[in-house]
């Protein structure tokens, strides 16, 4: 991380005293979404998962698989782009299901975490044919309460699944598609995920495939210098007060920000800061910041200059 002096370099002086009509904070730094953790800024690797749901959502391709290295911000993508498809697809019903790591794979425990999911009050009551018709019940309630027929439902650590979950969940796809529902099925895990629809391929498992698993999408982290000004771009034209001007860049740098910085302005600085560091300590392979990392030093060097 680089020192609070070598990024404050970049920053414009303040104008004189008296110049800036309103830099008055509209609301008190301790409810910023910054400071409370509660917000998610777009990387270029969401903005590629994103492009990928509108896709398939407009060629009604029903399945595809994310896949990506542990811990580079899958999970954090999901909860991203459920976000998002509520403000620019509102009619849709999203869900994020957790696959579980288990010893044995049984019927009764995957309805159960799909009815979790759907946020089903006791998941785990009841016979299997039970289960599952509660299952497409409560999705079928959604829909009508949404009023759209369209379901997308992100399938975390999907790697965790074996060949009979992946039929078991095609069968949920076919049964709403009979009460003209239509399940996009979008699978996330890690690289093992690719290598389980190479391996059901070989085996002629055609109709999972063709079912759950048509496009493909590689997730990365932060890779490059365009990729941090992507990242920071979040900040400069995300408001809040949403309704206001105030964009995050603004709440801290108000002064800067009227004078004409933009936290993007410092994209280079902050890649050749991490490239340095990850030279100097002699991390192998190429240099890649996941999700979480790059959120928290980008947050970091917001509050800097408080």
């Given amino acids: 991380m680089p020192s609070k002096k070598g990024i404050s370099a970049r920053v414009p002086h303040p104008a004189p005293p008296g110049s800036i009509l309103n830099n008055v904070r509209p609301i008190d730094p301790a409810l910023h979404p910054i400071e409370t953790g509660s917000y998610r800024i777009a990387t270029p690797a969401i903005q590629s998962f994103y492009e990928l749901i509108c896709r398939c959502l407009r060629y009604r391709i029903t399945g595809a698989l994310t896949y990506g290295p542990p811990r580079i911000g899958k999970t954090r993508a999901i909860e991203y782009l ?5 403000e620019t ?12 790591h288990k010893p044995r794979h049984a019927e009764g425990p995957f309805f159960s975490n799909l009815l979790e999911a759907v946020g089903f009050p006791e998941p785990d009551s009841g016979s299997n044919p039970t289960k599952r018709l509660r299952l497409i019940n409560k999705i079928k309630e959604a829909c009508s309460r949404n009023g759209s027929g369209t379901v997308v439902l992100f399938c975390d650590e999907a790697q965790r699944y074996d060949e009979n979950e992946y039929e078991w969940l095609r069968d949920v796809h076919d049964h709403l598609d009979r009460i003209q529902i239509r399940l996009f099925t979008f699978l996330v895990g890690q690289q093992e995920l690719l290598a389980v629809k190479t391996a059901l391929q070989q085996a002629r498992k055609t109709q999972i495939v063709a079912r759950l698993m048509v496009e493909e999408l590689a997730f990365h982290g932060v890779r490059n210098v365009n990729d941090v000004a992507t990242c920071l771009a979040g900040y400069d034209q ?33 890649w050749n800061a991490f490239s340095a560091l990850h030279h100097k300590h002699g991390l ?11 959120v928290s030093i980008f947050t970091c060097h917001l509050q800097a200059f408080q």
């Fill in 82 to 86: 459920r976000l998002l498809l509520c």
């Fill in 89 to 100: 697809h509102p009619k849709i019903t999203t869900y994020h299901a957790q696959a579980e």
């Fill in 238 to 270: 995300t408001c809040f007060p949403r309704s206001s001007d105030w964009s995050f860049t603004r709440f801290y740098l108000p002064q800067a920000v009227t004078n004409g910085y933009q936290l993007g302005n410092d994209a280079a600085l902050l």
């Fill in 284 to 294: 192998p392979g190429e240099l890649e910041i996941p999700m979480n990392g790059n």
